[in-house]
Protein backbone atom coordinates (compact mmCIF):
# COMPACT_ATOMS: atom_id res chain seq x y z
CA UNK A 1 0.00 0.00 0.00
CA UNK A 2 0.93 3.41 -0.90
CA UNK A 3 0.44 6.45 2.26
CA UNK A 4 -0.01 9.69 0.37
CA UNK A 5 -0.18 13.19 1.68
CA UNK A 6 -1.99 16.55 0.13
CA UNK A 7 -1.34 19.90 2.03
CA UNK A 8 -0.66 22.10 -1.28
CA UNK A 9 -3.14 25.07 -0.66
CA UNK A 10 -6.10 24.67 1.93
CA UNK A 11 -7.21 21.34 1.93
CA UNK A 12 -5.21 18.81 4.41
CA UNK A 13 -5.85 14.84 3.18
CA UNK A 14 -4.25 11.84 3.14
CA UNK A 15 -5.03 8.30 1.89
CA UNK A 16 -3.96 4.86 1.48
CA UNK A 17 -3.96 3.11 -1.67
CA UNK A 18 -3.83 -0.64 -2.50
CA UNK A 19 -0.64 -0.49 -4.83
CA UNK A 20 -2.23 -4.07 -7.26
CA UNK A 21 -5.82 -2.96 -7.41
CA UNK A 22 -5.59 1.13 -7.22
CA UNK A 23 -8.50 0.23 -4.41
CA UNK A 24 -8.72 3.07 -2.32
CA UNK A 25 -9.12 2.14 1.25
CA UNK A 26 -8.92 4.62 3.16
CA UNK A 27 -9.23 8.89 2.58
CA UNK A 28 -9.49 11.79 4.49
CA UNK A 29 -9.78 15.45 4.17
CA UNK A 30 -10.10 18.58 6.30
CA UNK A 31 -10.74 21.18 4.19
CA UNK A 32 -10.47 25.20 6.25
CA UNK A 33 -12.88 26.91 3.42
CA UNK A 34 -14.35 28.50 6.42
CA UNK A 35 -11.29 30.01 8.19
CA UNK A 36 -10.00 31.31 4.80
CA UNK A 37 -13.63 32.63 4.17
CA UNK A 38 -13.58 36.15 6.01
CA UNK A 39 -10.57 36.72 4.11
CA UNK A 40 -12.10 36.23 0.31
CA UNK A 41 -9.13 33.85 -0.17
CA UNK A 42 -6.22 31.82 1.15
CA UNK A 43 -4.00 33.01 3.68
CA UNK A 44 -0.75 31.45 3.29
CA UNK A 45 0.61 31.38 7.17
CA UNK A 46 -3.26 30.56 8.24
CA UNK A 47 -2.88 27.47 6.09
CA UNK A 48 0.27 26.11 7.22
CA UNK A 49 -0.55 26.28 10.52
CA UNK A 50 -4.08 24.72 10.30
CA UNK A 51 -2.00 21.71 8.06
CA UNK A 52 0.23 21.72 11.12
CA UNK A 53 -3.16 20.92 13.40
CA UNK A 54 -4.88 18.55 10.88
CA UNK A 55 -2.39 16.31 9.22
CA UNK A 56 -0.95 14.32 12.35
CA UNK A 57 -4.84 14.19 13.57
CA UNK A 58 -5.31 12.21 10.13
CA UNK A 59 -2.14 10.61 10.15
CA UNK A 60 -3.25 8.84 13.25
CA UNK A 61 -6.05 7.43 12.24
CA UNK A 62 -4.28 5.24 9.35
CA UNK A 63 -1.87 3.33 11.65
CA UNK A 64 -3.20 0.13 10.92
CA UNK A 65 -2.05 0.37 7.53
CA UNK A 66 1.71 1.42 8.60
CA UNK A 67 2.61 -2.59 8.44
CA UNK A 68 1.69 -2.98 4.78
CA UNK A 69 3.04 0.55 3.42
CA UNK A 70 5.74 -0.15 0.42
CA UNK A 71 6.37 3.79 -0.21
CA UNK A 72 5.19 7.21 0.86
CA UNK A 73 3.87 9.68 -1.57
CA UNK A 74 3.60 13.57 -1.47
CA UNK A 75 2.64 16.51 -3.37
CA UNK A 76 6.04 18.64 -3.14
CA UNK A 77 5.00 21.16 -6.29
CA UNK A 78 3.31 23.14 -7.07
CA UNK A 79 1.94 25.17 -4.04
CA UNK A 80 2.40 27.62 -1.94
CA UNK A 81 5.44 26.56 -0.20
CA UNK A 82 4.91 27.23 3.52
CA UNK A 83 2.22 24.63 3.18
CA UNK A 84 3.65 22.25 0.69
CA UNK A 85 6.32 21.82 3.65
CA UNK A 86 3.83 20.40 5.83
CA UNK A 87 3.16 17.59 4.13
CA UNK A 88 6.53 16.65 2.95
CA UNK A 89 8.32 16.83 6.19
CA UNK A 90 5.77 14.37 7.26
CA UNK A 91 5.88 12.26 4.25
CA UNK A 92 10.01 12.61 5.78
CA UNK A 93 9.53 11.42 8.98
CA UNK A 94 7.01 8.31 7.79
CA UNK A 95 9.06 7.44 4.97
CA UNK A 96 13.02 7.46 7.71
CA UNK A 97 10.50 5.88 10.35
CA UNK A 98 9.25 2.77 8.80
CA UNK A 99 12.28 2.86 6.01
CA UNK A 100 10.43 3.00 2.98
CA UNK A 101 11.04 5.06 -0.06
CA UNK A 102 9.68 8.63 -0.68
CA UNK A 103 7.78 10.03 -3.44
CA UNK A 104 7.10 13.60 -4.87
CA UNK A 105 4.26 14.19 -6.72
CA UNK A 106 3.61 17.17 -8.92
CA UNK A 107 -0.15 18.23 -7.87
CA UNK A 108 -0.87 19.07 -11.59
CA UNK A 109 -0.48 15.35 -12.70
CA UNK A 110 -2.82 14.17 -9.53
CA UNK A 111 -5.23 16.21 -11.13
CA UNK A 112 -5.17 14.40 -14.34
CA UNK A 113 -4.90 10.80 -12.09
CA UNK A 114 -8.07 11.90 -10.17
CA UNK A 115 -9.65 10.35 -13.39
CA UNK A 116 -8.28 6.90 -12.62
CA UNK A 117 -8.81 7.06 -8.85
CA UNK A 118 -9.90 2.85 -8.53
CA UNK A 119 -9.51 2.64 -11.84
CA UNK A 120 -6.73 2.08 -14.94
CA UNK A 121 -5.37 4.46 -16.72
CA UNK A 122 -6.78 5.81 -20.23
CA UNK A 123 -4.19 7.48 -22.16
CA UNK A 124 -3.61 9.12 -24.76
CA UNK A 125 -5.51 12.22 -23.50
CA UNK A 126 -6.20 15.70 -24.05
CA UNK A 127 -7.06 17.60 -21.14
CA UNK A 128 -8.05 20.85 -19.92
CA UNK A 129 -6.89 21.77 -16.28
CA UNK A 130 -8.98 24.11 -14.12
CA UNK A 131 -8.17 24.57 -10.63
CA UNK A 132 -7.61 27.54 -8.06
CA UNK A 133 -3.91 28.11 -9.62
CA UNK A 134 -3.71 26.50 -12.62
CA UNK A 135 -5.95 27.18 -16.16
CA UNK A 136 -4.15 24.82 -18.81
CA UNK A 137 -4.34 22.45 -21.48
CA UNK A 138 -2.43 19.37 -21.74
CA UNK A 139 -1.50 16.51 -24.17
CA UNK A 140 -0.72 13.53 -21.50
CA UNK A 141 0.43 10.61 -23.40
CA UNK A 142 1.85 8.59 -20.32
CA UNK A 143 2.56 9.65 -16.72
CA UNK A 144 6.02 10.77 -18.31
CA UNK A 145 5.10 12.18 -21.40
CA UNK A 146 2.68 15.46 -20.86
CA UNK A 147 3.18 18.73 -22.73
CA UNK A 148 1.61 21.87 -22.20
CA UNK A 149 0.51 23.41 -24.88
CA UNK A 150 -1.71 26.61 -23.46
CA UNK A 151 -1.50 27.92 -20.58
CA UNK A 152 -2.75 31.16 -18.54
CA UNK A 153 -0.24 34.24 -19.00
CA UNK A 154 -2.74 35.78 -15.60
CA UNK A 155 -5.24 34.82 -13.33
CA UNK A 156 -6.91 31.41 -13.29
CA UNK A 157 -10.02 30.29 -14.42
CA UNK A 158 -11.34 29.25 -10.78
CA UNK A 159 -9.22 32.11 -8.97
CA UNK A 160 -11.37 34.36 -11.11
CA UNK A 161 -14.80 33.36 -10.02
CA UNK A 162 -12.95 33.78 -6.34
CA UNK A 163 -12.11 36.88 -7.27
CA UNK A 164 -15.17 37.89 -8.34
CA UNK A 165 -16.98 36.04 -5.29
CA UNK A 166 -15.07 38.89 -3.00
CA UNK A 167 -15.92 41.75 -4.90
CA UNK A 168 -19.50 40.73 -4.47
CA UNK A 169 -18.29 40.20 -0.59
CA UNK A 170 -19.38 36.74 -0.76
CA UNK A 171 -17.21 34.43 0.70
CA UNK A 172 -14.53 31.80 -0.52
CA UNK A 173 -14.37 29.64 -2.62
CA UNK A 174 -16.13 31.79 -5.33
CA UNK A 175 -16.57 28.75 -7.68
CA UNK A 176 -19.42 26.96 -5.96
CA UNK A 177 -20.96 30.61 -4.83
CA UNK A 178 -20.68 32.44 -8.47
CA UNK A 179 -22.28 29.31 -10.09
CA UNK A 180 -25.53 29.63 -7.85
CA UNK A 181 -25.98 33.24 -8.01
CA UNK A 182 -25.48 32.75 -11.98
CA UNK A 183 -28.53 30.01 -11.74
CA UNK A 184 -31.18 33.27 -11.86
CA UNK A 185 -28.90 35.72 -13.90
CA UNK A 186 -29.65 36.48 -17.51
CA UNK A 187 -26.25 35.55 -19.11
CA UNK A 188 -26.64 37.87 -21.82
CA UNK A 189 -27.18 41.04 -19.56
CA UNK A 190 -23.49 42.00 -19.47
CA UNK A 191 -21.50 42.19 -22.54
CA UNK A 192 -18.02 41.40 -21.03
CA UNK A 193 -14.99 41.14 -24.14
CA UNK A 194 -14.29 37.94 -24.89
CA UNK A 195 -10.45 38.05 -23.56
CA UNK A 196 -7.68 37.10 -26.63
CA UNK A 197 -10.49 36.80 -29.11
CA UNK A 198 -8.51 38.36 -31.60
CA UNK A 199 -5.38 36.81 -30.39
CA UNK A 200 -4.07 33.91 -32.28
CA UNK A 201 -1.92 31.91 -29.40
CA UNK A 202 -3.36 29.08 -27.61
CA UNK A 203 -3.32 31.16 -24.64
CA UNK A 204 -6.20 32.16 -21.85
CA UNK A 205 -6.00 35.70 -19.52
CA UNK A 206 -9.08 36.24 -16.64
CA UNK A 207 -7.24 39.69 -15.30
CA UNK A 208 -8.89 41.85 -17.92
CA UNK A 209 -12.45 40.00 -17.70
CA UNK A 210 -12.14 40.18 -13.33
CA UNK A 211 -11.39 44.07 -14.12
CA UNK A 212 -14.27 44.93 -16.52
CA UNK A 213 -16.68 42.66 -13.58
CA UNK A 214 -14.97 44.68 -10.84
CA UNK A 215 -16.11 48.20 -12.73
CA UNK A 216 -19.89 46.51 -13.39
CA UNK A 217 -20.35 45.24 -9.72
CA UNK A 218 -19.10 48.78 -8.47
CA UNK A 219 -22.06 50.29 -10.40
CA UNK A 220 -24.33 47.74 -9.60
CA UNK A 221 -23.75 49.00 -5.91
CA UNK A 222 -25.19 45.86 -3.96
CA UNK A 223 -28.35 45.24 -5.96
CA UNK A 224 -29.12 41.73 -5.96
CA UNK A 225 -30.77 41.15 -9.12
CA UNK A 226 -28.06 42.86 -11.07
CA UNK A 227 -25.04 40.43 -9.10
CA UNK A 228 -27.22 37.90 -10.28
CA UNK A 229 -26.73 38.81 -14.15
CA UNK A 230 -23.47 39.99 -13.93
CA UNK A 231 -22.39 36.40 -12.20
CA UNK A 232 -24.27 34.68 -15.36
CA UNK A 233 -22.73 37.08 -17.87
CA UNK A 234 -19.32 36.43 -16.16
CA UNK A 235 -19.32 32.99 -16.21
CA UNK A 236 -20.73 32.69 -19.41
CA UNK A 237 -17.74 34.84 -21.02
CA UNK A 238 -15.33 32.72 -18.95
CA UNK A 239 -16.25 29.50 -20.08
CA UNK A 240 -16.99 31.01 -23.52
CA UNK A 241 -13.39 32.00 -23.62
CA UNK A 242 -12.32 28.76 -22.72
CA UNK A 243 -14.43 27.10 -25.62
CA UNK A 244 -12.74 29.52 -28.34
CA UNK A 245 -9.63 28.95 -27.58
CA UNK A 246 -9.94 25.47 -27.35
CA UNK A 247 -12.03 24.97 -30.53
CA UNK A 248 -8.73 26.93 -32.43
CA UNK A 249 -6.20 24.09 -30.78
CA UNK A 250 -9.23 21.52 -32.16
CA UNK A 251 -8.81 22.87 -35.72
CA UNK A 252 -5.08 21.37 -35.56
CA UNK A 253 -5.42 19.09 -33.34
CA UNK A 254 -9.04 17.08 -32.86
CA UNK A 255 -9.65 15.44 -29.65
CA UNK A 256 -10.35 11.21 -29.52
CA UNK A 257 -10.69 11.65 -25.55
CA UNK A 258 -10.61 14.84 -23.90
CA UNK A 259 -11.05 15.54 -19.99
CA UNK A 260 -11.73 17.89 -17.51
CA UNK A 261 -10.10 17.97 -14.36
CA UNK A 262 -9.31 20.21 -11.21
CA UNK A 263 -11.40 22.37 -8.91
CA UNK A 264 -13.03 24.01 -11.26
CA UNK A 265 -14.20 21.07 -13.07
CA UNK A 266 -17.23 20.84 -11.12
CA UNK A 267 -18.81 23.97 -13.10
CA UNK A 268 -21.93 22.77 -14.45
CA UNK A 269 -22.06 25.30 -16.99
CA UNK A 270 -18.53 24.35 -17.94
CA UNK A 271 -19.27 21.28 -18.59
CA UNK A 272 -22.37 21.54 -20.31
CA UNK A 273 -20.29 23.70 -23.25
CA UNK A 274 -17.48 21.46 -23.29
CA UNK A 275 -20.35 18.76 -23.90
CA UNK A 276 -21.38 20.94 -27.42
CA UNK A 277 -18.12 21.50 -28.25
CA UNK A 278 -17.08 17.80 -28.24
CA UNK A 279 -20.08 16.81 -30.42
CA UNK A 280 -18.99 17.43 -33.81
CA UNK A 281 -15.58 15.06 -32.82
CA UNK A 282 -17.53 11.93 -31.27
CA UNK A 283 -14.45 12.63 -28.75
CA UNK A 284 -15.26 11.00 -25.44
CA UNK A 285 -15.51 13.40 -22.15
CA UNK A 286 -13.97 11.74 -19.21
CA UNK A 287 -14.69 13.96 -15.79
CA UNK A 288 -13.61 12.96 -12.46
CA UNK A 289 -15.66 12.25 -9.34
CA UNK A 290 -16.94 15.10 -8.28
CA UNK A 291 -15.81 14.70 -4.71
CA UNK A 292 -12.35 14.28 -6.62
CA UNK A 293 -12.40 17.46 -8.69
CA UNK A 294 -11.10 19.37 -5.68
CA UNK A 295 -7.88 18.88 -4.31
CA UNK A 296 -7.62 15.40 -2.47
CA UNK A 297 -4.84 12.94 -1.71
CA UNK A 298 -6.79 9.82 -3.09
CA UNK A 299 -5.12 11.38 -6.35
CA UNK A 300 -1.93 11.73 -5.36
CA UNK A 301 -1.97 8.00 -4.15
CA UNK A 302 -2.97 6.87 -7.39
CA UNK A 303 -0.15 8.86 -8.94
CA UNK A 304 1.53 7.27 -6.28
CA UNK A 305 1.24 4.00 -7.55
CA UNK A 306 2.39 4.38 -10.79
CA UNK A 307 5.80 6.28 -10.16
CA UNK A 308 6.23 3.54 -7.64
CA UNK A 309 5.89 0.78 -10.24
CA UNK A 310 8.42 2.50 -12.61
CA UNK A 311 10.48 2.89 -8.97
CA UNK A 312 10.44 6.70 -9.38
CA UNK A 313 11.52 7.76 -6.01
CA UNK A 314 13.33 10.85 -4.26
CA UNK A 315 15.72 10.50 -1.20
CA UNK A 316 14.22 12.38 1.70
CA UNK A 317 17.20 14.31 2.45
CA UNK A 318 16.76 15.53 -1.45
CA UNK A 319 13.03 16.20 -1.72
CA UNK A 320 12.67 19.64 -1.85
CA UNK A 321 9.32 21.92 -2.64
CA UNK A 322 8.89 23.81 -5.70
CA UNK A 323 6.34 26.25 -5.46
CA UNK A 324 6.19 26.54 -9.14
CA UNK A 325 5.53 23.34 -11.76
CA UNK A 326 8.11 22.49 -14.61
CA UNK A 327 4.88 21.46 -16.47
O1 LIG B 1 -8.26 22.13 -7.64
P1 LIG B 1 -8.66 23.00 -6.51
O2 LIG B 1 -9.43 22.38 -5.37
O3 LIG B 1 -7.45 23.75 -5.90
C1 LIG B 1 -6.33 24.12 -6.63
O4 LIG B 1 -5.47 23.26 -6.95
O5 LIG B 1 -6.28 25.34 -6.96
O6 LIG B 1 -9.54 24.19 -7.16
C2 LIG B 1 -10.13 25.16 -6.38
C3 LIG B 1 -10.72 26.21 -7.30
C4 LIG B 1 -11.22 27.46 -6.57
O7 LIG B 1 -10.74 28.60 -7.26
C5 LIG B 1 -12.74 27.35 -6.70
O8 LIG B 1 -13.41 28.60 -6.70
C6 LIG B 1 -12.88 26.64 -8.02
O9 LIG B 1 -11.86 25.67 -8.01
N1 LIG B 1 -14.19 26.01 -8.17
C7 LIG B 1 -15.10 26.39 -9.11
C8 LIG B 1 -16.26 25.60 -8.88
N2 LIG B 1 -16.01 24.77 -7.80
C9 LIG B 1 -14.74 25.05 -7.39
N3 LIG B 1 -15.02 27.30 -10.09
C10 LIG B 1 -16.10 27.46 -10.87
N4 LIG B 1 -17.26 26.75 -10.71
C11 LIG B 1 -17.37 25.82 -9.73
N5 LIG B 1 -18.52 25.14 -9.58
ZN1 LIG C 1 -5.50 21.50 -7.08
Known amino acids: MILSIESSCDDSAIAITEIETNKLLFHKKISQEIEHSVY ?15 LPKILEQTK ?18 VTLVEGVTMAKAVAVALDIPI ?23 TCLLVSGGHTQVMEVKSLSDIKT ?12 FDKVAKMMGLGYPGGPLIQELAKDG ?13 SPLIAFSYSGLKNAVRL ?5 DGDTAKYKDIAASFEHIATKHLIMKLKKYFKTNPPKRFAIVGGASANLYL ?6 LLKPYGAKLLLSELQYCSDNAAMIGRVGVDMYKEKSFSTVADLDVQPRSNL
Open 103 to 125: IGVNHLIGHIYSLFIEKQTQFPL
Open 40 to 54: GGVVPELAARLHAEA
Open 216 to 220: AVEKA
Open 186 to 198: NREAYNFTVPLHQ
Open 149 to 160: VGKSMDDSFGES
Open 271 to 276: RSQIEE
Open 64 to 81: EYFPHLKAVAVTSTPGLA
